[in-house]
Structures are given as structure tokens and as C-alpha cells.
């Protein structure tokens, strides 16, 4: 397993940007897919983006694509996710995932942060 932790959180009005990151630490060479998920009051937790540790092919949920970028660095110790064109349907507590190379489901995950939007 990867130990994660979460930043860049915080409140931004409907149409702003934040970039979240999430520091990776552990059994990197093991990980082979990385994700954010985010869970909004009241709601269950969603996946939005997915990066390949192979090949770096991305996806998307559809709600986010085009506004949304995930990215990692060259060393895989840090995850990105930078948000464009806020919504307030955006807010939520953003978390960070791993999975190990072999498994079905993530199975390793950060704390989360709160990203709020306001109108």
C-alpha cells in the first residue's frame, strides 16, 4: 500500500480555479493507477479522473471532462488535479486513491480536502 495525503483545498466563487495535490509515499513501483473521488454532502462517494501509471492514458466522469486535468509527476510522489471553471456542483471533500497493481478497486486513500464553491 501508498500512504496519501491531500492539499489544496479551500473556498472559490463559481468559475475560479484550485489545484489539488496529493503527496504519495509507500510502495510506488507497486501502484499502478491513481484517482480522485469526491463525495458531496448528503451523496456517495464518486469517481471523477483516473491516471494510468504505465502510460499515463487518462479518464474522465463526464460532468468534469473539459474542465478538469489530472496529472502526476515524473516520480509518481505527487498526484494533481487541476480544477477550472468551478461550479457549485463541484463542491465536495475531494480524496485521493490508489491501486495496487493486480486489484480491482482502490484500496489505498488520503484524508480528503474540502473544496467549496460559491455562487
Known amino acids: 500500500q501508498v500512504q496519501l495525503a491531500e492539499s489544496g483545498g479551500g473556498s472559490v466563487q463559481a468559475g475560479g480555479s484550485l489545484r489539488l495535490s496529493c503527496e504519495v509515499a509507500?510502495?510506488?513501483?507497486?501502484?499502478?493507477?491513481m484517482a480522485w473521488y469526491r463525495q458531496a454532502p448528503g451523496k456517495a462517494r464518486e469517481w471523477v479522473s483516473s491516471i494510468r501509471n504505465d502510460d499515463e492514458t487518462t479518464t474522465y466522469t463526464d460532468s468534469v471532462r473539459g474542465r478538469f486535468t489530472i496529472s502526476q509527476d515524473n516520480a509518481k510522489e505527487r498526484l494533481y488535479l487541476q480544477m477550472n471553471n468551478l461550479k457549485t456542483e463541484d463542491t465536495a471533500v475531494y480524496y485521493c486513491?490508489?491501486?495496487?497493481?493486480?486489484?480491482?478497486?482502490?484500496?489505498?486513500w488520503g484524508q480528503g480536502t474540502q473544496v467549496t464553491v460559491s455562487s
Open positions: 509507500g510502495n510506488i513501483p507497486y501502484t499502478c493507477e
Open positions: 486513491a490508489a491501486k495496487k497493481c493486480g486489484m480491482v478497486s482502490f484500496n489505498s
